[in-house]
Nanobody, 115 residues
Framework: QVQLVESGGGLVQAGGSLRLSCVAS????????MGWYRQAPGKQRELVAR???????DYADSMKGRFTISRDNSKNTVYLQMNSLKPEDTAVYYC?????????WGEGTLVTVSL
């Protein structure tokens, strides 16, 4: 059974930093791409960043230069380092992967950025 469990969200002031973690189980982690998405209140879920099995990354334009996605295959974990946070980054952040043609999501972790 595939499970994705996010952690690391919380309340932070604008300009601050947070690091999110997502631990995956039930999959061969080193073989799969992982992604972070977010959903702000009243908005659609959007891509934040992705990382392939080989470590190649891509980011949504508004996150480039501020967010960094990384992975530790020995820990089955993908990270999202978020710096220079803005109030508009407030959202629930979700971990995502595709495994055996199925789409899997974690339950999300809430990030709130205050002025």
């Amino acid at each position: 059974q595939v499970q994705l469990v996010e952690s690391g969200g919380g309340l932070v002031q604008a300009g601050g930093s947070l690091r999110l973690s997502c631990v995956a189980s039930g999959i061969t982690f080193r073989l799969i791409a992982m992604g972070w998405y977010r959903q702000a209140p009243g908005k659609q879920r959007e891509l934040v960043a992705r990382i392939t099995s080989s470590g190649s990354t891509d980011y949504a334009d508004s996150m480039k230069g501020r967010f960094t996605i990384s992975r530790d295959n020995s820990k089955n974990t993908v990270y999202l380092q978020m710096n220079s946070l803005k109030p508009e980054d407030t959202a629930v952040y979700y971990c995502n992967t595709k495994w055996l043609a199925m789409d899997y999501w974690g339950e999300g972790t809430l990030v709130t950025v205050s002025l």
